[in-house]
T-cell receptor, first 115, second 114 residues
Framework: KNQVEQSPQSLIILEGKNCTLQ??????????LRWYKQDTGRGPVSLTI?????NTKSNGRYTATLDADTKQSSLHITASQLSDSASYICVVSKILTGGGNKLTFGTGTQLKVEL | EAQVTQNPRYLITVTGKKLTVTCSQN?????MSWYRQDPGLGLRQIYYSMNVEVTDKGDVPEGYKVSRKEKRNFPLILESPSPNQTSLYFC?????????????FGNGTRLTVT
């Protein structure tokens, strides 16, 4: 079964600190991996998309890494801010026979940044 | 402003009373999709549409209908809602069937069926 597992489930850090969120997947055949940020009461917003050949991609203070051999990804947040408090969702895209993609969503890591 | 607009944001209804949740996007995206989000579960796809008049079932289509008569609109229809359809619903759109293109999500519709 194609799955996406995220850890930790929740995390509390102090403002200004760094943190790393993990995503392991078994989805195959792999097309791309995405990280989304979902603020409370809002829809998810795309942070990064990485294909098989990309090891790292940054978006401001967010840096995502991908190891397609071990089927692992991480999202590193640098110098956290209160506005980083949100759920971070890992999404893995699978290539479908006949074309197109199918997305499998992780359950998210709930991050809280405190003063 | 490029956006996906869902209405209503909140909806409380009773079992069996037909309802429609509207979704509209202004980015000329071919691909549109509906998801539901439940505690402890990832977003699950209900239906998707690759283009006008082209729709297909996602992972959890039972109890739902959709239509794509215009490129910008993709309404979700619950003909006879049941309490197990109480959930947070998201509409999303993207270019070219979401292949390497980010999904743009609406802000959600929280549905309660009593």
């Amino acid at each position: 079964k194609n799955q996406v597992e995220q850890s930790p489930q929740s995390l509390i850090i102090l403002e200004g600190k760094n943190c790393t969120l993990q995503c392991n997947y078994t989805v195959s055949p792999f097309s791309n991996l995405r990280w989304y940020k979902q603020d409370t009461g809002r829809g998810p917003v795309s942070l990064t998309i990485m294909t098989f050949s990309e090891n790292t991609k940054s978006n401001g203070r967010y840096t995502a890494t991908l190891d397609a051999d071990t089927k692992q990804s991480s999202l590193h947040i640098t110098a956290s801010q209160l506005s980083d408090s949100a759920s971070y969702i890992c999404v893995v895209s699978k290539i479908l026979t006949g074309g197109g993609n199918k997305l499998t969503f992780g359950t998210g890591t709930q991050l809280k940044v405190e003063l | 402003e490029a956006q996906v607009t869902q209405n209503p944001r909140y909806l409380i209804t009773v079992t069996g009373k037909k309802l429609t949740v509207t979704c509209s996007q202004n980015m000329n995206h071919e691909y549109m999709s509906w998801y539901r989000q439940d505690p402890g579960l990832g977003l699950r796809q209900i239906y998707y549409s690759m283009n006008v008049e082209v729709t297909d079932k996602g992972d959890v289509p039972e109890g739902y209908k959709v239509s794509r008569k215009e490129k910008r609109n993709f309404p979700l229809i619950l003909e006879s809602p049941s309490p197990n359809q109480t959930s947070l619903y998201f509409c999303a759109s993207s270019l070219r069937g979401a292949v390497n293109s980010p999904l743009h999500f609406g802000n959600g519709t929280r549905l309660t069926v009593t």
